[in-house]
């Protein structure tokens, strides 16, 4: 098992940046392709980003594509998420999952470890 706590969620302006991080204790950080998912109030669940193992290879999604940096640090056992030019659109709170199988994927099912999240809030 792992457990994943995220942090560095918050309210900001529009414009603003913020960068969440997902710290993991447990089994080896690095044996897991890791993801950060988010949901806003009254809607589903959705992908953000996702990384691999080892940090090389890279998904978002479109909405946030430019703006949202994924990464990792295998020796700190943590997962970042440096987000750019925030929209009141990115209010949500912010979930890591970790994937205990081969390759990325967009899909929440498939991540079986999950924080408890983080609010994030822009205003306008």
């Known amino acids: 098992q792992v457990q994943l706590v995220e942090s560095g969620g918050g309210l900001v302006q529009a414009g603003d940046s913020l960068r969440l991080s997902c710290a993991a204790s447990?089994?080896?950080?690095?044996?897991?392709?890791m993801g950060w998912f988010r949901q806003a109030p009254g809607k589903e669940r959705e992908f953000v980003a996702a990384?691999?193992?080892?940090?090389?290879?890279?998904d978002y999604a479109d909405s946030v594509k430019g703006r949202f940096t994924i990464s990792r640090d295998n020796a700190k056992n943590t997962l970042y998420l440096q987000m750019n030019s925030l929209k009141p659109e990115d209010t949500a709170v912010y979930y890591c999952?970790?994937?205990?199988?081969?390759?990325?994927?967009?899909?929440?099912?498939?991540?079986?470890?999950w924080g408890q999240g983080t609010q994030v809030t822009v205003s306008s």
């Open positions: 447990g089994r080896t950080f690095s044996s897991f392709n």
């Open positions: 999952a970790a994937k205990d199988s081969y390759g990325l994927s967009r899909g929440s099912p498939e991540y079986d470890y």
């Open positions: 990384i691999t193992w080892s940090g090389i290879v890279t």
